[in-house]
């Protein structure tokens, strides 16, 4: 029977992906985990972990005989910046702890989510493609990248199965934002609902691959589920949804709201988004796994905007 563990499903992927899991597998099949307790927690079993503590680690996935894990806890690029000895402690014992669980055979299964913050100014900027030059410039983007080596070697070096994705920005309604530099697109459509002017930390004609949350959850799962033998790439796979610029998506909500205005303050976030792609070849993935996207930008603004609640 599969008895999944996802750590860090209190942020804005973990929230929506343990529903989904829950509805697919069983609610009692699915064990939320996070550094501490939510305030509202939906049923199902819970466990406060700290993901860099491997022995709570050992002891969880033990006592509910887990044998998949979805492994989301991170510190995000804009937050990262802030502590970055911090971030880089987290999101990589997290890893490994995890990692040496499927080496031990404890396990037999691993997510772990990379992101276009691998990618960095050097890297071709239009239809990034699957391999290409990697220079990240940011605490996260380090991570990640060190991260996809570290899949890779386990699966080839100890059979681990490990399965990865490199998110673009996510947008959900669902959950907030947790300090990412796309976290824009996101919080635009609160200041629409709420009649506020929109001042945004990103240039207008800044590109980004975005994504509606609900793609990316079926991304996760499906990915997850397809046979090991068409699971080709074991560092991380390019995965695309759509692409935008502030303008863009600016214009999509005046569309809904006439009188929204709008004011541009570019921050120290301009200069991560200048080092990432503004738009993602995720060919391999469609090929491999079979992967399309479902949403476009009209579509993402509609459901945002209806859904969001102020």
């Known amino acids: ?17 343990v529903l989904e899991l829950r509805n697919r597998f069983g609610t009692q099949n699915v064990v939320a985990s996070d550094i501490r307790k939510p ?28 044998n998949e894990v979805y ?17 880089w402690k987290l999101n990589m014992e997290g890893l490994f702890n995890v990692l040496n669980l499927a080496k031990d055979k404890v396990i037999k299964k691993v997510f772990w989510p990379s992101s276009i913050a691998v990618f960095g100014p050097t890297t071709p900027r239009v239809n990034t493609p699957q391999f290409t030059v990697m220079e990240p410039s940011t605490v996260y983007g380090i991570s990640k990248l060190a991260g996809e080596r ?30 990412g530099t796309t976290d824009y697109a996101v919080d635009i459509f609160y200041s629409a609902k709420k009649k506020e002017k929109f001042s945004c930390f990103l ?8 994504m509606y949350m609900e793609d990316a959850i079926r991304a996760t799962i499906d990915i ?3 046979p090991e033998e068409q699971i080709k790439i074991k560092s ?40 990432w792609p503004g738009s993602i070849d995720d060919s391999r993935a469609q090929e491999d796994w079979g992967w399309k996207s479902r ?12 859904n969001v609640q102020v």
């Not at 492994?71 to 971030?87: G, I, M, R, V």
């Open 71 to 87: 492994l989301l806890a991170a510190l995000l690029s804009a937050t990262a910046e802030k502590n970055p000895e911090f971030a």
């Open 203 to 210: 240039k207008e004609d800044t590109p980004l691959p975005m």
């Open 39 to 66: 305030e509202s927690l939906p049923e199902g079993p819970f466990e406060e972990l700290d993901i860099m503590n491997a022995e709570v680690l050992s002891a969880v996935v033990s006592k509910h005989g887990i």
């Open 150 to 179: 570290w899949c890779e070697y386990y699966a080839k070096q100890y059979g681990v199965d490990v399965r990865s994705i490199r998110y673009p920005g996510l947008i959900s309604y669902t959950s907030l934002p947790g300090g």
């Open 295 to 306: 949403y476009n930008l009209s579509d993402l603004a509609q459901i945002m905007f209806n």
């Open 1 to 17: 029977m599969k008895k999944i563990l996802v750590v860090g499903s209190s942020g804005q992927i973990g929230t929506e992906l």
């Open 224 to 226: 997850m589920e397809a």
């Open 236 to 275: 991380s796979y390019n995965l695309a949804g759509i692409s935008f610029t502030p303008e863009e998506i600016y214009n999509e909500v005046r569309k809904l709201s006439p009188d929204f205005e709008i004011e541009y303050k570019p921050d120290f976030r301009q200069a991560i988004a200048d080092s």
